[in-house]
C-alpha cells in the first residue's frame, strides 16, 4: 500500500493534490514529473509496429478511407457546375439530429463540400442550448467507421456468407408473407426507445398485418425506477423535468443530473447560470453518492455512502423535513408520518441530513430533490412527495406525460422475450437495433434463447455480438444518411435530415418495417413530412389555396432550425394516490458487507460507444482512466482488503466472477466498488475489441445499478491502468513548494469569503514588479484573448473533443498514453482538496495560454513558434525540427509531440474526414492549441468582404461552441467592451504563473462554491 505520511497529517487537508501518488509524493510521481518525456528511451529500443497502430486508429484515423471508396467519382470530383449560393470549400451547417434512449439531441452538422466533418449543438434545440457532448461529438466517427457493417449477411449451418439487398427482399416477401397468413402467431420484435414519432404510427399498421405478433423495448441503462416511482406516488407514468436555473437548493440522491441525465447538456447550462454570484446569490447543492460524479464533483457539499444507503438517507431526509421540521404533508398523504416517526435510526452525518433539509425548507419554491435512475421507485416517490409539499411543482420541478406511454418495463421486457424464445413460442424474432447479446442482464439467458430460434433477423451499424448470433444481419443507416423525426425529453419535435448519400446502401428501421409488411417502401422523407403537415402544421381560420405554400414556408423553416417550436408537452400538476407502497418505505436489511455498483461510462454510454477511438482515449473525468475500466475503491477499502493501485482483483457477486484492475478513487464510499459499464466488447471492432472488462456479466435483474453481497479477492496479477491524471503536471515536487503552488494554479472560495474578499483571487500571487529581459514585442490592432470561468466548468470533457474534431488531432493507443503522449491540446486537471476520505474536486482546463512573452519563442532554433501580427503564439510546422525545446521551456506544460506517425494508411479518399482547415501534422512536428486560428481567419475574410468589423462573439473556437456550460468566452482584448475584456477585468479573474511575466491571453475565474454560511471561507 501506499505510505502517504501526508495523508494524515491535519495541516495538509487544505492542499491541492492530483492524485494519491501525488499526496503521498512517492518516488514514481516524481519520476514522472521531473522525466519531461517519459519512456523515450526505452520506445527507442521498442518501437510501435505499424499492426498496433492501425489496431487503434479505427474511426479516428483510417475513417473513411474504407468508406469513402464507395461514393462515385463525380462526387469527390471540383464541381462542374458549382450549386448557386454554393462556394467550394465554405464549410455549410445544417440542423438535425440524433436519437439515445428515447430522446432526441438537436445537431448542427459541419459539412464542407458534400462530406460532414464535424458535430456541434443545435441552440434552438432545449436538449442541447448550443452545447454539445462527447458522446453527441463522437457520433459522427460512426458514419465513416470502416469497421461499419457494409452488407447483409446470412447465418446458416454455422457458415456466414454475403447476400444482396435483392436476397434480403426475397426472403422477407416468402417469409412475411407465411406470418401474415398465422396472423403475426411467433414473431417478437425488439427494438431500442425509439424517440420518433413517425415509427410509432407505424406501429398500428404493423399490428393490423401481424395482430398477435409480440413487440419490446429495451435499453440496458433505461428509466424503470422512474416510471414505477411516479406510478406508485401519481397512478400514472409521469416525467420529471428540473429547471435548475431557477432553483436556490439542489439536493442530489444518486442523482447525476450534470452527467448522466439525458439532459445533461441542457442542465449543466442552467445550472451554470446559477453559479457566478455576480448577481450577489449563487445556488447550493448538495450530493449524496457512492462514487464521484460530474455533480458530486460541483457539489459544495457531498455526503458518501454506499448506493444501497441512499434510500435510508431519503428516509432521514423525509423524517428531518415532515416530522422535525413539520413541514406538511401534501393531501391525502397524511398516513406516511407515522412510518417517518418510526423510521430506524440513521448512521449518516446529522449535520449533512439538518444542512440539506433546512436549506431546502428555507427555499420553499426554490428547492428540489432529484432522485437517480439506479435508485429503487420509493426514493423516487419520496423525492415526489418532497417538492410536492415545499411548493415546487410548476417552479423548479415539472411534470409532462410520458410520451409513449404503452412501453413496459424494460427489465421485464427483456425477460418475457427471452422467455418466449426458450419455450419455442418465439419462431421469428426481429431485433431493430441493441445488442442484448452483449448487454442483457446476466441472469437472461439471451444468448441461449436466441440459438434456439429458427429465424432471428438483426439491424445494426455493426455486426456486434448480437448480429454475429442471428441467422440474418442487415446492416443500417447511420443519422447521417436518413430522414427520421424524434422527440426531444421535453417533448419538442426534432427533424433529423441526411447530409450524405448512405455509403453502404444501410436500412432504416422503417424500412425495415415496409418490408416485413410486403408494402411499398416507405419513403422516409415523405413519412416525416406528412407526419408534420398532419400532427404539427396549423394555421388559422379554414384551409385556403394557400395552404400549400404555407405549409412548404413552414417545412422550410422547420428543416431550418431542426426543431418545430411550441410543440414541447404541457406541464401538469399530478395528484397523489393513496400511498399504497407505505410497506415498501422501510429501509432495507442489510445484504453483506461489500455492494457493487454499476455506473453508466461517461465515453462509451452502454457499450455503443466502444469504438469511436477519440472516446476511449478521453480520459474519464472523475478517475482519468482511458482504455479500460477498473474496479473503483475508497483508500480505506483498499487498504482493509490489502490491494494497490492495478492490482487485478476478483469480483464474484451471485455466483459470477470478473476480473478487473483495482483503482483507489479518493472520495468513494467505503464498501463499495464501482465498474462502470460498456467494456470488454468481443465484436466491437479494431478499437473496442479487448478494452477493459464486460460488466454486464455481473450485472442481475434485481440488481441494475446495485446490489450487495460481493465478495472480493486478490488474483496476484497486475495490470496497469492508462491513467492521465498525474501526466503533464506544472512542477511543484516537495511539500513546501506544493503549499505554495498548487493553490495559485486553482484558485476558489466559498461565497461568504468572496462576499467579504471580492478580488481574492487578484491577491494570491504578491511579487516585485516584473521587467522582461528584452524588449517585448508590441502590437497594434487586434488582440484575441479567452476567459475561462471554474464556477461553470464541470470537468465534462466536452472542450477536449470539440478541439479533437476541429483541429484532426489523432488518437496514440493505450500504449503511449501509458507514456504520457496524448496528444489532446486540452487538458483537464483535476484537484482534490482535504481529506482523502472526503475531497472535494475541482477542475481546471488547462490550452495553450497563448503566452504574449512567450518563453517556448526564445528557445525555439528555427523560430517554428512565434507571435503573429495579433499577438497570437503560432506554429509554422514545416519549420518544426522537432528538437522539443519549446516544450522544455513551457511552464504550462500544453504542448504535444508526434513521436510516430499517427495517422497510417491513408490514402486521398481517407483524408476526406479531417477538417480540411487544419493542417495533418507529421511524426517529428510540435502541436499545441491555436485558439482555432482557421475560425479567426475566416471570420476576418468574410468581415472584410462585407466591409465591415468584426462583431463581439462572431469568433468562437470549437471548445467554446461545445461548452454545455458556457464556461468559456473568447474575443477581442483590444476592444473594451467586448465580454472578454469585460471577463479579463472581473474581480475573479486571475492569470496562472503571472509572476513568470509571460503575460498569458488565457485568463481564468476563480472558482466559487457555496457550503453555507457557517463554512469558513
Same mark, same amino acid.
Given at each position: 500500500?501506499?505510505?502517504?505520511?501526508?495523508?494524515?497529517?491535519?495541516?495538509?487537508?487544505?492542499?491541492?493534490?492530483?492524485?494519491?501518488?501525488?499526496?503521498?509524493?512517492?518516488?514514481?510521481?516524481?519520476?514522472?514529473?521531473?522525466?519531461?518525456?517519459?519512456?523515450?528511451?526505452?520506445?527507442?529500443?521498442?518501437?510501435?509496429?505499424?499492426?498496433?497502430?492501425?489496431?487503434?486508429?479505427?474511426?479516428?484515423?483510417?475513417?473513411?478511407?474504407?468508406?469513402?471508396?464507395?461514393?462515385?467519382?463525380?462526387?469527390?470530383?471540383?464541381?462542374?457546375?458549382?450549386?448557386?449560393?454554393?462556394?467550394?470549400?465554405?464549410?455549410?451547417?445544417?440542423?438535425?439530429?440524433?436519437?439515445?434512449?428515447?430522446?432526441?439531441?438537436?445537431?448542427?452538422?459541419?459539412?464542407?463540400?458534400?462530406?460532414?466533418?464535424?458535430?456541434?449543438?443545435?441552440?434552438?434545440?432545449?436538449?442541447?442550448?448550443?452545447?454539445?457532448?462527447?458522446?453527441?461529438?463522437?457520433?459522427?466517427?460512426?458514419?465513416?467507421?470502416?469497421?461499419?457493417?457494409?452488407?447483409?449477411?446470412?447465418?446458416?449451418?454455422?457458415?456466414?456468407?454475403?447476400?444482396?439487398?435483392?436476397?434480403?427482399?426475397?426472403?422477407?416477401?416468402?417469409?412475411?408473407?407465411?406470418?401474415?397468413?398465422?396472423?403475426?402467431?411467433?414473431?417478437?420484435?425488439?427494438?431500442?426507445?425509439?424517440?420518433?414519432?413517425?415509427?410509432?404510427?407505424?406501429?398500428?399498421?404493423?399490428?393490423?398485418?401481424?395482430?398477435?405478433?409480440?413487440?419490446?423495448?429495451?435499453?440496458?441503462?433505461?428509466?424503470?425506477?422512474?416510471?414505477?416511482?411516479?406510478?406508485?406516488?401519481?397512478?400514472?407514468?409521469?416525467?420529471?423535468?428540473?429547471?435548475?436555473?431557477?432553483?436556490?437548493?439542489?439536493?442530489?440522491?444518486?442523482?447525476?443530473?450534470?452527467?448522466?441525465?439525458?439532459?445533461?447538456?441542457?442542465?449543466?447550462?442552467?445550472?451554470?447560470?446559477?453559479?457566478?454570484?455576480?448577481?450577489?446569490?449563487?445556488?447550493?447543492?448538495?450530493?449524496?453518492?457512492?462514487?464521484?460524479?460530474?455533480?458530486?464533483?460541483?457539489?459544495?457539499?457531498?455526503?458518501?455512502?454506499?448506493?444501497?444507503?441512499?434510500?435510508?438517507?431519503?428516509?432521514?431526509?423525509?423524517?428531518?423535513?415532515?416530522?422535525?421540521?413539520?413541514?406538511?404533508?401534501?393531501?391525502?398523504?397524511?398516513?406516511?408520518?407515522?412510518?417517518?416517526?418510526?423510521?430506524?435510526?440513521?448512521?449518516?452525518?446529522?449535520?449533512?441530513?439538518?444542512?440539506?433539509?433546512?436549506?431546502?425548507?428555507?427555499?420553499?419554491?426554490?428547492?428540489?430533490?432529484?432522485?437517480?435512475?439506479?435508485?429503487?421507485?420509493?426514493?423516487?416517490?419520496?423525492?415526489?412527495?418532497?417538492?410536492?409539499?415545499?411548493?415546487?411543482?410548476?417552479?423548479?420541478?415539472?411534470?409532462?406525460?410520458?410520451?409513449?406511454?404503452?412501453?413496459?418495463?424494460?427489465?421485464?421486457?427483456?425477460?418475457?422475450?427471452?422467455?418466449?424464445?426458450?419455450?419455442?413460442?418465439?419462431?421469428?424474432?426481429?431485433?431493430?437495433?441493441?445488442?442484448?447479446?452483449?448487454?442483457?442482464?446476466?441472469?437472461?439467458?439471451?444468448?441461449?434463447?436466441?440459438?434456439?430460434?429458427?429465424?432471428?433477423?438483426?439491424?445494426?451499424?455493426?455486426?456486434?455480438?448480437?448480429?454475429?448470433?442471428?441467422?440474418?444481419?442487415?446492416?443500417?443507416?447511420?443519422?447521417?444518411?436518413?430522414?427520421?423525426?424524434?422527440?426531444?425529453?421535453?417533448?419538442?419535435?426534432?427533424?433529423?435530415?441526411?447530409?450524405?448519400?448512405?455509403?453502404?446502401?444501410?436500412?432504416?428501421?422503417?424500412?425495415?418495417?415496409?418490408?416485413?409488411?410486403?408494402?411499398?417502401?416507405?419513403?422516409?422523407?415523405?413519412?416525416?413530412?406528412?407526419?408534420?403537415?398532419?400532427?404539427?402544421?396549423?394555421?388559422?381560420?379554414?384551409?385556403?389555396?394557400?395552404?400549400?405554400?404555407?405549409?412548404?414556408?413552414?417545412?422550410?423553416?422547420?428543416?431550418?432550425?431542426?426543431?418545430?417550436?411550441?410543440?414541447?408537452?404541457?406541464?401538469?400538476?399530478?395528484?397523489?394516490?393513496?400511498?399504497?407502497?407505505?410497506?415498501?418505505?422501510?429501509?432495507?436489511?442489510?445484504?453483506?458487507?461489500?455492494?457493487?455498483?454499476?455506473?453508466?461510462?461517461?465515453?462509451?454510454?452502454?457499450?455503443?460507444?466502444?469504438?469511436?477511438?477519440?472516446?476511449?482515449?478521453?480520459?474519464?473525468?472523475?478517475?482519468?482512466?482511458?482504455?479500460?475500466?477498473?474496479?473503483?475503491?475508497?483508500?480505506?477499502?483498499?487498504?482493509?482488503?490489502?490491494?494497490?493501485?492495478?492490482?487485478?482483483?476478483?469480483?464474484?457477486?451471485?455466483?459470477?466472477?470478473?476480473?478487473?484492475?483495482?483503482?483507489?478513487?479518493?472520495?468513494?464510499?467505503?464498501?463499495?466498488?464501482?465498474?462502470?459499464?460498456?467494456?470488454?466488447?468481443?465484436?466491437?471492432?479494431?478499437?473496442?475489441?479487448?478494452?477493459?472488462?464486460?460488466?454486464?456479466?455481473?450485472?442481475?435483474?434485481?440488481?441494475?445499478?446495485?446490489?450487495?453481497?460481493?465478495?472480493?479477492?486478490?488474483?496476484?496479477?497486475?495490470?496497469?491502468?492508462?491513467?492521465?491524471?498525474?501526466?503533464?503536471?506544472?512542477?511543484?515536487?516537495?511539500?513546501?513548494?506544493?503549499?505554495?503552488?498548487?493553490?495559485?494554479?486553482?484558485?476558489?472560495?466559498?461565497?461568504?469569503?468572496?462576499?467579504?474578499?471580492?478580488?481574492?483571487?487578484?491577491?494570491?500571487?504578491?511579487?516585485?514588479?516584473?521587467?522582461?529581459?528584452?524588449?517585448?514585442?508590441?502590437?497594434?490592432?487586434?488582440?484575441?484573448?479567452?476567459?475561462?470561468?471554474?464556477?461553470?466548468?464541470?470537468?465534462?470533457?466536452?472542450?477536449?473533443?470539440?478541439?479533437?474534431?476541429?483541429?484532426?488531432?489523432?488518437?496514440?493507443? #493505450?500504449?503511449?498514453?501509458?507514456?504520457?503522449?496524448?496528444?489532446?491540446?486540452?487538458?483537464?486537471?483535476?484537484?482534490?482538496?482535504?481529506?482523502?476520505?472526503?475531497?472535494?474536486?475541482?477542475?481546471?482546463?488547462?490550452?495553450?495560454?497563448?503566452?504574449?512573452?512567450?518563453?517556448?519563442?526564445?528557445?525555439?532554433?528555427?523560430?517554428?513558434?512565434?507571435?503573429?501580427?495579433?499577438?497570437?503564439?503560432?506554429?509554422?510546422?514545416?519549420?518544426?525540427?522537432?528538437?522539443?525545446?519549446?516544450?522544455?521551456?513551457?511552464?504550462?506544460?500544453?504542448?504535444?509531440?508526434?513521436?510516430?506517425?499517427?495517422?497510417?494508411?491513408?490514402?486521398?479518399?481517407?483524408?476526406?474526414?479531417?477538417?480540411?482547415?487544419?493542417?495533418?501534422?507529421?511524426?517529428?512536428?510540435?502541436?499545441?492549441?491555436?485558439?482555432?486560428?482557421?475560425?479567426?481567419?475566416?471570420?476576418?475574410?468574410?468581415?472584410?468582404?462585407?466591409? #465591415?468589423?468584426?462583431?463581439?462573439?462572431?469568433?468562437?473556437?470549437?471548445?467554446?461552441?461545445?461548452?454545455?456550460?458556457?464556461?468559456?468566452?473568447?474575443?477581442?482584448?483590444?476592444?473594451?467592451?467586448?465580454?472578454?475584456?469585460?471577463?479579463?477585468?472581473?474581480?475573479?479573474?486571475?492569470?496562472?504563473?503571472?509572476?513568470?511575466?509571460?503575460?498569458?491571453?488565457? #485568463?481564468?475565474?476563480?472558482?466559487?462554491?457555496?457550503?453555507?454560511?457557517?463554512?469558513?471561507?
Amino acid at each position: 500500500m501506499l505510505d502517504m505520511p501526508s495523508v494524515n497529517n491535519e495541516q495538509n487537508h487544505n492542499l491541492y493534490w492530483r492524485s494519491l501518488d501525488d499526496l503521498a509524493d512517492t518516488p514514481e510521481f516524481r519520476e514522472f514529473v521531473e522525466n519531461e518525456f517519459p519512456g523515450l528511451a526505452e520506445q527507442m529500443r521498442t518501437p510501435v509496429g505499424r499492426r498496433g497502430f492501425l489496431k487503434v486508429m479505427g474511426a479516428a484515423a483510417a475513417l473513411a478511407g474504407l468508406a469513402g471508396c464507395r461514393w462515385p467519382v463525380e462526387k469527390i470530383v471540383p464541381y462542374a457546375h458549382r450549386p448557386e449560393g454554393r462556394d467550394p470549400g465554405n464549410p455549410v451547417q445544417f440542423a438535425t439530429s440524433l436519437h439515445r434512449g428515447g430522446a432526441a439531441r438537436g445537431l448542427l452538422a459541419t459539412s464542407v463540400d458534400g462530406r460532414p466533418v464535424r458535430l456541434d449543438g443545435n441552440p434552438l434545440h432545449p436538449s442541447s442550448l448550443g452545447g454539445a457532448s462527447a458522446l453527441d461529438q463522437a457520433a459522427i466517427l460512426d458514419l465513416y467507421d470502416p469497421d461499419r457493417s457494409k452488407n447483409p449477411v446470412r447465418l446458416s449451418n454455422k457458415r456466414e456468407t454475403v447476400r444482396t439487398w435483392d436476397d434480403v427482399e426475397a426472403f422477407f416477401k416468402e417469409h412475411f408473407a407465411a406470418l401474415r397468413e398465422k396472423r403475426g402467431q411467433g414473431l417478437f420484435v425488439l427494438s431500442e426507445a425509439t424517440a420518433s414519432p413517425s415509427v410509432a404510427r407505424i406501429f398500428p399498421n404493423f399490428q393490423m398485418m401481424f395482430p398477435r405478433f409480440k413487440w419490446y423495448e429495451y435499453e440496458p441503462l433505461c428509466n424503470d425506477s422512474e416510471r414505477q416511482g411516479s406510478l406508485w406516488a401519481f397512478g400514472f407514468p409521469f416525467r420529471t423535468h428540473y429547471r435548475l436555473d431557477m432553483a436556490s437548493v439542489i439536493v442530489c440522491l444518486d442523482a447525476d443530473l450534470l452527467g448522466a441525465h439525458p439532459q445533461s447538456v441542457a442542465l449543466t447550462r442552467a445550472f451554470a447560470r446559477g453559479r457566478t454570484a455576480d448577481a450577489g446569490d449563487m445556488s447550493r447543492l448538495f450530493a449524496v453518492e457512492s462514487s464521484y460524479t460530474l455533480t458530486g464533483a460541483a457539489a459544495d457539499r457531498r455526503l458518501a455512502i454506499p448506493s444501497s444507503g441512499v434510500k435510508a438517507f431519503a428516509l432521514a431526509l423525509a423524517a428531518e423535513l415532515f416530522v422535525n421540521i413539520a413541514v406538511p404533508l401534501p393531501p391525502g398523504l397524511d398516513a406516511i408520518a407515522p412510518v417517518l416517526k418510526n423510521s430506524a435510526p440513521h448512521g449518516f452525518d446529522p449535520d449533512f441530513v439538518r444542512s440539506a433539509a433546512h436549506a431546502l425548507f428555507a427555499a420553499r419554491g426554490r428547492s428540489l430533490a432529484a432522485a437517480g435512475p439506479d435508485q429503487p421507485p420509493e426514493v423516487h416517490t419520496l423525492c415526489h412527495i418532497i417538492n410536492a409539499a415545499l411548493g415546487n411543482v410548476l417552479k423548479t420541478v415539472t411534470y409532462t406525460e410520458e410520451p409513449f406511454r404503452n412501453v413496459e418495463s424494460h427489465a421485464i421486457g427483456i425477460k418475457e422475450f427471452t422467455d418466449a424464445m426458450l419455450d419455442g413460442r418465439a419462431q421469428t424474432v426481429l431485433i431493430l437495433g441493441g445488442n442484448p447479446v452483449y448487454n442483457a442482464p446476466a441472469d437472461v439467458p439471451f444468448a441461449r434463447a436466441l440459438k434456439k430460434v429458427p429465424v432471428s433477423i438483426h439491424l445494426g451499424l455493426y455486426r456486434d455480438e448480437t448480429a454475429r448470433a442471428c441467422t440474418w444481419h442487415l446492416p443500417a443507416a447511420h443519422f447521417l444518411e436518413a430522414w427520421s423525426d424524434g422527440l426531444a425529453y421535453d417533448g419538442t419535435v426534432t427533424l433529423q435530415q441526411p447530409l450524405i448519400q448512405p455509403l453502404y446502401n444501410g436500412r432504416t428501421t422503417p424500412e425495415i418495417l415496409a418490408l416485413a409488411m410486403g408494402v411499398r417502401p416507405f419513403d422516409a422523407y415523405s413519412i416525416v413530412r406528412k407526419s408534420v403537415r398532419t400532427h404539427y402544421f396549423r394555421i388559422p381560420g379554414r384551409i385556403t389555396k394557400d395552404y400549400a405554400e404555407q405549409f412548404e414556408s413552414f417545412w422550410r423553416k422547420a428543416l431550418h432550425d431542426g426543431v418545430i417550436p411550441g410543440t414541447a408537452l404541457p406541464e401538469i400538476r399530478p395528484g397523489f394516490i393513496l400511498p399504497e407502497y407505505l410497506d415498501r418505505l422501510a429501509a432495507d436489511p442489510p445484504g453483506g458487507e461489500f455492494e457493487i455498483v454499476f455506473r453508466q461510462d461517461y465515453k462509451t454510454f452502454d457499450g455503443r460507444h466502444a469504438n469511436k477511438a477519440w472516446l476511449q482515449e478521453l480520459p474519464d473525468p472523475i478517475t482519468k482512466i482511458c482504455w479500460g475500466n477498473a474496479a473503483i475503491m475508497s483508500p480505506a477499502t483498499a487498504a482493509k482488503l490489502g490491494v494497490e493501485k492495478n492490482e487485478v482483483v476478483r469480483l464474484e457477486y451471485q455466483n459470477r466472477s470478473l476480473e478487473l484492475p483495482a483503482h483507489i478513487l479518493p472520495g468513494h464510499a467505503d464498501n463499495s466498488v464501482t465498474v462502470h459499464l460498456g467494456y470488454g466488447r468481443t465484436h466491437a471492432g479494431r478499437v473496442g475489441n479487448g478494452a477493459g472488462a464486460n460488466a454486464y456479466r455481473l450485472r442481475t435483474q434485481d440488481a441494475l445499478g446495485f446490489g450487495r453481497g460481493l465478495k472480493i479477492t486478490k488474483t496476484g496479477a497486475t495490470h496497469i491502468l492508462a491513467v492521465t491524471q498525474d501526466h503533464h503536471a506544472i512542477k511543484a515536487v516537495g511539500e513546501k513548494e506544493k503549499e505554495r503552488r498548487v493553490p495559485l494554479l486553482i484558485r476558489e472560495a466559498t461565497l461568504a469569503h468572496y462576499r467579504e474578499h471580492p478580488d481574492f483571487a487578484k491577491h494570491a500571487v504578491h511579487h516585485p514588479p516584473l521587467k522582461a529581459l528584452w524588449k517585448e514585442l508590441e502590437f497594434e490592432g487586434r488582440r484575441w484573448g479567452m476567459a475561462i470561468d471554474l464556477s461553470k466548468c464541470t470537468g465534462c470533457s466536452a472542450c477536449v473533443i470539440a478541439c479533437q474534431a476541429e483541429n484532426n488531432i489523432p488518437v496514440v493507443g #493505450r500504449e503511449q498514453v501509458i507514456h504520457g503522449r496524448e496528444m489532446h491540446w486540452i487538458r483537464i486537471d483535476r484537484y482534490f482538496r482535504g481529506d482523502p476520505a472526503a475531497p472535494q474536486i475541482a477542475f481546471q482546463p488547462l490550452p495553450c495560454q497563448q503566452c504574449f512573452n512567450a518563453p517556448c519563442e526564445q528557445v525555439c532554433p528555427v523560430a517554428a513558434t512565434m507571435h503573429t501580427s495579433e499577438g497570437l503564439n503560432d506554429m509554422v510546422y514545416n519549420r518544426c525540427i522537432g528538437m522539443r525545446f519549446c516544450s522544455q521551456n513551457c511552464p504550462y506544460k500544453v504542448r504535444r509531440f508526434n513521436y510516430f506517425w499517427f495517422h497510417p494508411g491513408l490514402d486521398d479518399i481517407g483524408k476526406m474526414k479531417f477538417n480540411p482547415e487544419v493542417t495533418v501534422r507529421s511524426r517529428g512536428v510540435m502541436e499545441k492549441c491555436t485558439y482555432c486560428v482557421q475560425r479567426i481567419q475566416r471570420a476576418k475574410i468574410h468581415a472584410k468582404n462585407e466591409r #465591415r468589423e468584426i462583431a463581439d462573439g462572431e469568433i468562437v473556437p470549437a471548445c467554446a461552441q461545445a461548452c454545455p456550460a458556457g464556461a468559456i468566452v473568447f474575443g477581442d482584448l483590444s476592444d473594451p467592451q467586448s465580454q472578454v475584456s469585460k471577463l479579463h477585468s472581473h474581480n475573479r479573474s486571475y492569470a496562472i504563473l503571472e509572476e513568470y511575466n509571460t503575460q498569458p491571453r488565457t #485568463r481564468y475565474l476563480a472558482k466559487l462554491r457555496n457550503p453555507g454560511e457557517d463554512a469558513r471561507g
